[in-house]
C-alpha cells in the first residue's frame, strides 16, 4: 500500500482539522472533574465540534456509537462513553478526540490525571507522553518509519513497561485510516522511508503490565488482558525536509495533565 503525498493545499486543510481537536482537546482537560461521566466528555465533544462547524469522527465511523473515545484506566483504546461510568479521584482517562473539517480528519488524545494520580498512574501516563516525544523526534525526510518505534519501544522497555502491538499509528487525511501503519515498536532502520508531505499519526499506547490485549464483547473497548493501567497520547503530523511539523500542536497548556497541575479538583 503506498502513502499519498499531500499537497501544501491539503495539509493545511488537515491542520485546520487538528486545530479544533486540539482546542476540543483542551477544553476538555479545562472540565475534567471527579464525578463526571465519560457520557459528558461525550457531550462536551459532541457540541464543541459542531459548534466549529466540524463533524466528531467516531460517530457512526464503521459503526461506534458516539462522538469521542474515552478510554480509563485499564481500557487501552476504543472505550464507549457511557453515562453510568463515573470518573474517581485517581482514574487515568485518555480522551482522543478527532474532527472532520471540510472532509479532512485531525486526530489527537491525551491522557489526564482525574485528581491524585497513583505513582503507577504517573509513572504509565508520563513514559506514553515521553514515548510519543521520542517517535515524534525522529521523524523527517529519508528516516524509516521503523526509526519511530524503535525508539519508542527502546524507551519504553528500558522503564519495564510494554508497548501495545495490535494497535498501530495510521495515515490520515481525507480518510479518518489510511496507509501507512505506524507501529509504536519494532527495528530503527526498518520501513519505508519517510517523505515529506506524509501526514499520519504517532499515538503509543504504553502498558504497565503486559502488552496484550483483549477486546470486550461490545466489540469496541480494548482493554489490558491483566487489567493493569493503560495509557496513550497521539499527535497527527506531517513529515518535513528538516523534520516534522506536529499539525495538532496544542496552543496552550493541557489542565489536569501536563505539568500535573492536580488543579480544579472541586470540592
Ligand atoms: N481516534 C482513534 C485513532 O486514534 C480511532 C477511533 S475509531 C472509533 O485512530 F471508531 F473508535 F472512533
Ligand atoms: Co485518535
Ligand atoms: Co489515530
Known sequence: MSVEIKSPREIEAIRVASQMAAETLMLVGSLLRPGMTT?????IVHEDTIRRGATPS?????????????????????????????????????VDITSCYKGMHGDT?????????SEEARKVTEAA?????LGIAQVRENARLGDIGGAIEEFVTSLGLAVVRDYTGHGIGRKFHEPPSVKHYGRRGSGIRLKAGMVFTIEPMINLGTHEVELLPDQWTVVTRDRKLSAQFEHTIV????????LTRRSGVLLNSENFPWVSQGP
Not at 488524545?109 to 491524585?116: D, E, K, Q
Not at 507522553?129 to 516525544?133: F, G, P, S, Y
Open 239 to 246: 513529515v518535513t525536509k528538516t523534520g516534522c511539523d506536529i
Open 129 to 133: 507522553r515521553k514515548a510519543l516525544a
Open 39 to 43: 457520557e459528558e466528555i461525550n457531550q
Open 109 to 117: 488524545s491525551a491522557t489526564f490525571y482525574i485528581g491524585t494520580p
Open 58 to 94: 467516531p460517530l457512526n465511523y464503521q459503526g461506534f456509537p458516539k462522538s469521542v473515545c474515552t478510554s480509563v484506566n485499564h481500557v487501552v483504546c476504543h472505550g464507549i462513553p457511557r453515562s453510568n461510568e463515573v470518573l474517581r479521584n485517581g482514574d487515568i482517562i485518555n
